[in-house]
C-alpha cells in the first residue's frame, strides 16, 4: 500500500471514507423517515408505558403513551384498531379494542380518549392505570381499508365513543392534501357533557368548512342547542349525510342498539351492502 505512504494520501482517503460514513447514515436515515417501521403485532402483546393521563370528563380520560424513541411511529393503519389487556375488577384478565386519536404523523407517542362505565370490566383496568403503569397492546385489528379518494364522500354515524375511528378516519383525510373526499359526520350522545373531542370535532369543521360537516344529536339537549334532538333519525340521515350513490359509504359505529337502528335506516333509504360499514 505505497500509496498510504504520503500523509496527502492518507488525508484523501480519510475524508473519502467519512463522506461514505455520512452518505450511509444519511441514506438510512432517510429510507428509516420515508418508510417508519410500526411497532405493532398482531399475534404478541407490547406494552407502551403511560406518560400522561387528562381527565377529560367526570368519566372520560385522554392517555398518552411513550414510543421508545421520539421519532417511532406505533404503525396503526388508517381505520384500524388496537386489542388493548388488562384486568377487570376481580382480577380477570380482559381484552377489548379501542382506536387511537392520533395517527402515524403523531410520532413518538399514541393517545387513547377512554370512557369509563361504572361496571366496565375494562374501564376498571383503565381507571385504576397511573402514569409510570404500561398497557399491554397488539394489533392492527380491522377489516376497515382506507385508500385516499376512493370514495367521494363518506357520511358517518357515531354515537358515543363509536366517535374514535370516525375520528381518526376523518383526519387521515382532511389533512392529507391530495385527498379530496368530503366528510358528513352525524354524531349522536345522551347529554351535552358526553360528546367526546368536541373541540378537536369543531377544529376541523372551522379549518376544513368545505368538505367536513358535523350535526351533534343529543337525547337531552341544553336549553340552547341548534342540533338534533332525539335519537338519529332517517330524516337526518337524509339530510346530513351524502345520498347514496356508488361512490359515497356510510360507516357507523356505536352501541349495539344504534348500529342496528342505523342499518335499518340505510336499507330504508336505498343504501346498498357495500355503501354500508360497520366499525
Ligand atoms: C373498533 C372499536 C373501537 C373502539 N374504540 C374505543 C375508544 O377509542 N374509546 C373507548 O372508550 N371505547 C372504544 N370502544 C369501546 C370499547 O371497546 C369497550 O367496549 C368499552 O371500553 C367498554 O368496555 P368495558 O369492558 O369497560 O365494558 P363491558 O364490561 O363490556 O360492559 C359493562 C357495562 O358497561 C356499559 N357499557 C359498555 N359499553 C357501552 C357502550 N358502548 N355504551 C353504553 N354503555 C356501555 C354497559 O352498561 C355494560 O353493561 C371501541 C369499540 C370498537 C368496536
Known sequence: MDFLHTPENQIIVGVAVALVAVGVAAFYLYSSKKHPKGLLNPEN?????????DQLSHNVAKFKFALPTPTSVLGLPIGQHISCRGKDSQGEEVIKPYTPTTLDSDVGYFELVIKMYP????SHHFRELRVGDYLAVRGPKGRFKYQPGEVRA?????????????????????????????????????????????????GLATNYPNRFMIYYVLNQPPE?????VGFVSKEMIETHCPAPAQDVKILRCGPPPMNKAMAAHLDALGYAPEMQFQF
Open 45 to 53: 402483546f407490547r406494552e407502551f408505558k403511560l406518560v400522561k393521563r
Open 119 to 122: 361496571q366496565g370490566r375494562m
Open 154 to 202: 363518506y357520511g358517518m354515524l357515531a354515537g358515543g365513543s363509536g366517535i374514535t375511528p370516525m375520528f381518526q378516519v376523518a383526519r387521515a383525510i382532511l389533512e392529507n392534501p391530495k385527498d379530496r373526499t368530503n366528510v358528513h359526520l352525524i354524531y349522536a350522545n345522551v347529554t351535552y357533557e358526553d360528546i367526546l373531542l368536541k373541540e378537536e370535532l369543531d
Open 224 to 228: 340552547v342547542w341548534d342540533g338534533g
